[in-house]
């Protein structure tokens, strides 16, 4: 089966542009993670999904960052303005309905650069 | 903050088994552990998790001590593209449930 999809792999932009992240989870899968990970460190836990719904967001800093599920597959993180400090590598992951344990099926990650 | 400790890099020899520590000496009785590892410029992946009891598939095996207060993930005859960070997580069961990832073990596999 197709894993979690990430696009783009690489970005570079200059502080105070905007960008946007793509992602998308594994077949029937409705939860949906975005995580942040800085360089040296473990990923951290931005935003989660159960179909639609934002059910944890307490991680997401809401004055820039912004995300969305529409229709409970897709999901896309906002950046607007980017800062430096925003240069890391943003991953997606996915789970399924009803999981008794805590396995989350991670993508390959968005590379961003903040000029 | 990450409930777990992990030595910050090991070494092992191509064949050999490897051995990683893991304390958590403040897990609670219906939290986890789980093992993830993540290899240079992929997502992490997931390798086995534990309650009690000692667990093995086919990628390693668990041991878990009885308190509870520590465990090891065992990769019986590592390989070079087992190099990788591992990270060793508690966590209570259920995908609702955050996965708190420290810094991990950075496993080199050498030749």
């Known amino acids: 089966e197709a894993g979690v999809v990430q696009s783009p792999r690489y970005k570079i932009i200059e502080k105070k542009q905007p960008v946007a992240f793509w992602c998308n989870p594994i077949?029937?899968?409705?939860?949906l993670y975005w995580y942040l990970q800085n360089l040296g460190q473990g990923p951290e836990l931005l935003i989660r999904y159960e179909n639609e719904e934002a059910v944890d967001d307490s991680q997401l800093p809401k004055d820039r960052f912004s995300a969305e599920r529409l229709k409970g597959v897709d999901s896309t993180l906002k950046i607007q303005p980017a800062e430096l400090g925003d240069s890391a590598v943003y991953l997606c992951a996915s789970s399924p309905e009803g999981s008794s344990y805590n396995e989350q099926f991670f993508g390959p990650g968005t590379r961003l650069t903040v000029l | 903050d990450a409930k777990t400790t992990q030595p910050p890099s090991m070494d092992c020899a191509e064949g050999r088994a490897a051995n990683l520590p893991c304390n958590h000496s403040?897990?609670?009785?219906?939290?986890?552990v789980y093992w993830y590892r993540q290899i240079h410029s992929q997502g992490p992946q997931y390798i086995i998790h534990?309650?009690?009891n000692n667990e093995t598939n086919e990628m390693a095996s668990l041991i878990i001590t009885e308190d509870r207060k520590s465990s090891t993930l065992i990769l019986p005859h590592a390989t070079l593209r087992d190099t990788a960070v591992y990270y060793c997580?508690?966590?209570?069961?259920?995908?609702?449930?955050?996965?708190?990832f420290g810094t991990g073990t950075l496993l080199a596999v050498q030749p």
């Open positions: 403040t897990i609670s009785g219906n939290e986890y």
């Open positions: 077949s029937g899968h409705n939860t």
């Open positions: 534990g309650l009690k």
């Open positions: 997580i508690v966590s209570i069961g259920g995908a609702t449930n955050k996965l708190i």
